[in-house]
Each structure stands twice: as structure tokens, then as C-alpha cells.
């Protein structure tokens, strides 16, 4: 029983390992939404943001491609690139 104990232990630490490294690992670059693909949703939510900064209500920390804390048209021309490229 200490056999299976230690193997329970092993898993369970694995699994929390799994929770924490996943979202990193499967952020899609220009999912807003974060359900996995890049689609006219996203684009719609995007569109929606531009203009709001870190902060204001609306503001999406998914639709900020370039990371300078506001959604303007630089992150829609990155959006379109990205979901060109996949459509
Ligand atoms: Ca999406
Ligand atoms: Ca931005």
C-alpha cells in the first residue's frame, strides 16, 4: 500500500504540474476568447476591444497581440495576419 501511496502522490503532483503549464502551453496566439482556435469570434472580440487600455472595463489581456497594454489597430493588423494564416 506505501508502493501505491507514493504512486497516488506521484500523479497528483504530475497532475497539478499539468493545471499550471497548460494554459501556457496551449495559448493560441490571437484567441481571445481562449477556446482553442483562431476564428470570426475572436475577430469580433478584438474589433470590440480596440480602443480600451489595461484597466477599462472591456479591455481584453488576450486581444493585446503586441503586449503594450491597449488594443489598437497594431493588434488587429497582428490578428489579421495570424487568422490569415490559418484560413
Ligand atoms: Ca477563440
Ligand atoms: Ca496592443
Wanted: glycine fraction near 14%.
Amino acid at each position: 500500500m506505501r508502493f501505491l501511496g507514493r504512486m497516488l502522490a506521484a500523479s497528483a503532483a504530475g497532475f497539478a504540474m499539468v493545471l499550471v503549464t497548460a494554459p501556457v502551453a496551449l495559448a493560441v496566439e490571437g484567441d481571445c476568447n481562449n477556446d482553442g482556435v483562431v476564428d470570426d469570434t475572436d475577430k469580433q472580440l478584438i474589433l470590440g476591444a480596440v480602443g480600451t487600455a489595461a484597466g477599462d472595463p472591456g479591455f481584453n489581456a488576450a486581444a493585446d497581440l503586441d503586449g503594450d497594454g491597449v488594443i489598437s489597430g497594431q493588434d488587429v493588423s497582428m490578428f489579421a495576419k495570424i487568422y490569415g494564416a490559418q484560413n
